[in-house]
T-cell receptor
Framework: SAVISQKPSRDICQRGTSLTIQCQVD?????MFWYRQQPGQSLTLIAT?????????ESGFVIDKFPISRPNLTFSTLTVSNMSPEDSSIYLC?????????FGSGTRLTVV | DAKTTQPPSMDCAEGRAANLPCNHS???????VYWYRQIHSQGPQYIIH???NNETNEMASLIITEDRKSSTLILPHATLRDTAVYYC?????????????FGSGTKLNVKP
């Protein structure tokens, strides 16, 4: 199955700023998925990123807040814009591989 | 998309079998059941999946009822390292075929 590297692994950011999270996969994949995991909660799908087209966002998530880039088949970025303390979460990327889906280890974001 | 219902937590003695139930009463005929687990501060890890038949691999067994409205994940000999949150997921169908929607999960506590 694919191996995913996420950067940064964690960050502490000031409110009102933006953070871009990178997701690198060791093989070419058509779809990449971004999830959010709020403290003590389950994972929530943010959007699906296809190479060469606009990302598809789930209900409750908008492009202005979570812009996504997908420049090639092995890389994607998620930006958390104009952050507030409510954005403090773990953000994970995922790709389809093997018998299921492979997840990165996540980016732990704290907004102060 | 089908929703899943799991008990919030369960305890299991080390060396005993852990049986984790999941209800998915609205599952449709072509939707798969997946199980993942998340050990603290890590990304979710694939365990097993199935459609209709019972499945077994080196990690676990999956028992799906005949009407497919519920399933049970069985860890045959639980160890302390199996302490994690276990997610039962029904994989979307149609336009949502490539999406995972996580439920709230079951926190399994394996005790010595």
């Amino acid at each position: 199955s694919a191996v995913i590297s996420q950067k940064p692994s964690r960050d502490i950011c000031q409110r009102g700023t933006s953070l871009t999270i990178q997701c690198q996969v060791d093989s070419q994949v058509t779809m990449m998925f971004w999830y959010r995991q709020q403290p003590g909660q389950s994972l929530t799908l943010i959007a699906t990123a296809n190479q060469g087209s606009e990302a598809t966002y789930e209900s409750g998530f908008v492009i202005d807040k979570f812009p996504i880039s997908r420049p090639n088949l092995t890389f994607s970025t998620l930006t958390v814009s104009n952050m507030s303390p409510e954005d403090s979460s773990i953000y994970l990327c995922s790709v389809r591989g093997g018998d299921g889906y492979t997840f990165g280890s996540g980016t732990r974001l704290t907004v102060v | 998309d089908a929703k899943t219902t799991q008990p919030p937590s369960m305890d299991c003695a080390e060396g005993r079998a852990a049986n984790l139930p999941c209800n998915h009463s609205t599952i449709s005929g072509n939707e798969y059941v997946y199980w993942y687990r998340q050990i603290h501060s890590q990304g979710p890890q694939y365990i097993i999946h199935g459609l209709k038949n019972n499945e077994t691999n080196e990690m676990a067994s999956l028992i799906i009822t005949e009407d497919r409205k519920s399933s049970t994940l069985i860890l045959p000999h639980a160890t302390l390292r199996d302490t994690a949150v276990y997610y039962c997921i029904v994989r979307g169908a149609g336009d949502n075929f490539n999406k995972f929607y996580f439920g709230s999960g079951t926190k399994l506590n394996v005790k010595p």
